[in-house]
């Protein structure tokens, strides 16, 4: 009989998380695992579901009441129903993923007796996103959730270590598994870069400083703006700057107000990343906070130069001036001087590609899911031998 696993999520919204759930409930499925996901109310979709849902074989269901907001409410009717879809779904192993539906999930999942119980946090949360009350709270759900828990997994090392500073559990309850990146798809684009470079009108002729992500507080898009402000008179840059949020109107009207509009193209959200990562030669990344940095693998299996924000797992992914450079959150300044430094070293650019690629195998979709399957046999030969 197959082993049944439950993945259970947040939302499927747009974003690394997602596509993590979706890659892995597919992939164990064609190893022959019996596998499900289950997730809130999902307003921008990864891709279109019905569709994976069909090509894919995995059933997704969806729990209206389970928002991202705290909600006592609402909280409650998503238990009840993710007690109910456990009862009859009767998975071995219950796989949660992200904070609400981490917390929730677990609960649920320690109600129907659920064998296996794993967690992965994507991430955390415990700066950048929320203030200190709704952080504190969050805190204290981790410290219950991880009562019935048999497994958290962390994206780094990192990320294991906050969460043992903070007393989330003991170290052995433990274990660091990548969000590996498919490296053949950012390596080998559908498209050239010369036609994705007409199709968006980018300069030929440029150095390509490239952006990817959601147009949110804790990405902090617009500290791009405030740098390139700074580098106006350097003619050889144009900055391409792609995704959706809130912050995406005020990024473009930001650039101009300090009249660099004419340095940036905006063309909003695109589903064709590893084309759009073939014409960038330097890839930013500035959020305030990142479990691990998953944007950062993808362009530097494109061969993208990378500058990164230093903050959560990104270090561990990021060798400071060895695999790319890395640079204080929140400081344009010292961003702008990284990028008129790359810009102007072809050399070294090349070096810190060649070097990250060497690398990434570590970082691979292949060795995430090696990882994940030896950590569900284990458990359950834990819970059944």
Not at 18 to 31: D, G, I, N, T
Not at 187 to 192: I, L, R, T, V
Not at 237 to 248: S, V
Not at 260 to 287: A, H, N, Q, W
Request: charged share 25%; glycine share 6%.
């Amino acid at each position: 009989m197959s082993i049944k696993v439950l993945y259970i999520i947040t939302r499927l919204d747009r974003g690394g998380s997602a596509e993590a759930v979706l890659q892995w409930a597919e992939v164990f499925h064609k190893r022959g695992y019996q596998t499900a996901i289950v997730t809130g109310k999902t307003v921008h979709p990864h891709c279109d579901l019905i569709d994976y849902s069909r090509r894919a074989g995995v059933e997704i269901i969806t729990v209206n009441s389970l928002l991202r907001e705290l909600n006592p409410w609402q909280d409650l009717k998503s238990l009840l129903s993710l007690c109910k879809i456990i009862r009859k779904t009767k998975p071995q192993i219950v796989h949660t993923n992200t904070s609400k539906a981490g917390f929730l999930g677990r609960l649920a999942a320690w109600l129907c007796k659920t064998p296996v119980i794993i967690h992965t946090t994507h991430g955390h949360i415990f700066y950048g996103y929320y203030g200190k009350l709704k952080t504190a709270i969050f805190i204290i759900l981790e410290k219950l959730a991880a009562w019935v828990t048999d497994t958290i997994t962390e994206l780094t090392n990192l990320g294991v270590e906050d969460h043992i500073r903070l007393k989330i559990a003991p170290r052995e309850k433990f274990a660091v598994v990548r969000a590996g990146v498919d490296l053949e798809k950012y390596a080998h684009p559908a498209k050239s870069p010369n036609t994705i470079k007409q199709e968006l009108n980018l300069p030929p002729d440029k150095i390509i400083i490239g952006w990817i992500g959601r147009f949110d507080a804790v990405k902090n898009p617009l500290l791009l703006v405030q740098a390139a402000v700074l580098l106006k008179d350097q003619h050889n840059l144009h900055f391409l700057m792609a995704g959706d949020g809130e912050l995406f109107e005020q990024a473009k009207q930001l650039a101009s107000e300090m009249k660099v509009e004419d340095k940036f193209t905006f063309p909003g959200f695109r589903s064709d990343v590893p084309d759009l990562l073939s014409v960038m030669d330097i890839y930013c990344l500035t959020s305030l906070n990142e479990g691990m940095g998953r944007s950062i693998l993808e362009a530097q299996a494109a061969g993208a130069a990378v500058i990164a924000a230093d903050v959560g797992g990104v270090p561990e992914i990021v060798e400071n001036h060895i695999t790319g450079i890395l640079f204080p959150s929140g400081d344009y300044r010292q961003l702008a001087e990284f990028i008129t430094h790359l810009s102007h070293n072809p050399i070294l650019r090349k070096k810190l590609t060649e070097t990250a690629k060497n690398r990434l195998f570590a970082f691979s979709l292949q060795k995430t899911i090696e990882d994940i399957d030896n950590l569900y046999q284990k458990l359950l030969s834990l819970k059944f031998d």
